[in-house]
């Protein structure tokens, strides 16, 4: 069945450095990749959407890379700030199967 | 627009009780879906709809059921509650599937006693 690992231990990051977090996958290849942040007490929030034959995707100060070979997809924070402390979560989906799996989310701590 | 809603945020059951999960969406999307989370996990889809009168299971169905009588409201229904169903319930819908953003409730946060 279709797996998806992202680090479970916590990131802390020096306010100002760049996050980068990790999303493994197993087996077949997804369509799409997405992210998403979920803050304490509520539901997830959608940050970012890569497509499998998309290397690479920015938004502001974030960028997520998708390589297919080594069945991972990076999200990187640049500049980052203690605002950006959350959790964050990586989803595949796969159309032959219709539906979107989540990872367990790596939780992300900016210090000041 | 309000979104996802869900009621109630806050629930305790004692063991054997049943109660409804409410879920409502405002943004005309055909698809909506229900997950549980339990702390330090991932997501797990319960049941998921695409479209008024089709559900279908996700991973984690057994002791739920849910019906779409509309396109607005999707609510889950657990029958003779037990422990194990101790979590935080998200409501999410979407307009397609898995292309497409999914918009996340508030979530209700069910604990069995």
């Known amino acids: 069945s279709q797996k998806i690992e992202q680090n479970s231990e916590a990131l802390n990051i020096q306010e100002g450095k760049t996050a980068t977090l990790t999303c493994n996958y197993t087996?077949?290849?997804?369509?799409?990749l997405q992210w998403y942040r979920q803050d304490p007490g509520r539901g997830p929030v959608f940050l970012l959407l890569?497509?499998?034959?998309?290397k690479e995707k920015r938004k502001e100060r974030l960028k997520v890379t998708f390589d297919t070979t080594l069945k991972q997809s990076l999200f990187h924070i640049t500049a980052s700030q203690p605002a950006d402390s959350a959790t964050y979560l990586c989803?595949?989906?796969?159309?032959?199967?219709?539906?979107?799996?989540f990872g367990s989310g790596t939780r992300l701590s900016i210090r000041p | 627009n309000a979104g996802v809603t869900q009621t109630p945020k806050f629930r305790i059951l004692k063991i054997g009780q049943s109660m409804t999960l409410q879920c409502a969406q405002d943004?005309?999307?055909?698809?909506m879906y229900w997950y549980r989370q339990d702390p330090g996990m991932g997501l797990k889809l319960i049941y998921y709809?695409?479209?008024?009168?089709?559900?279908d299971k996700g991973e984690v169905p057994n002791g739920y059921n849910v019906s779409r009588s509309t396109t607005e409201d999707f609510p889950l229904r657990l029958e003779l509650a037990a422990p194990s169903q101790t979590s935080v319930y998200f409501c999410?819908?979407?307009?397609?599937?898995?292309?497409?953003?999914?918009?996340f409730g508030p979530g209700t946060r069910l604990t069995v006693l």
């Open positions: 087996n077949y290849s997804p369509a799409y």
């Open positions: 999410a819908s979407s307009y397609s599937a898995g292309s497409d953003t999914q918009y």
């Open positions: 943004m005309n999307h055909n698809y």
């Open positions: 890569i497509r499998e034959n998309e």
């Open positions: 989803a595949l989906y796969r159309s032959s199967a219709s539906k979107i799996i």
């Open positions: 709809s695409v479209g008024a009168g089709i559900t």
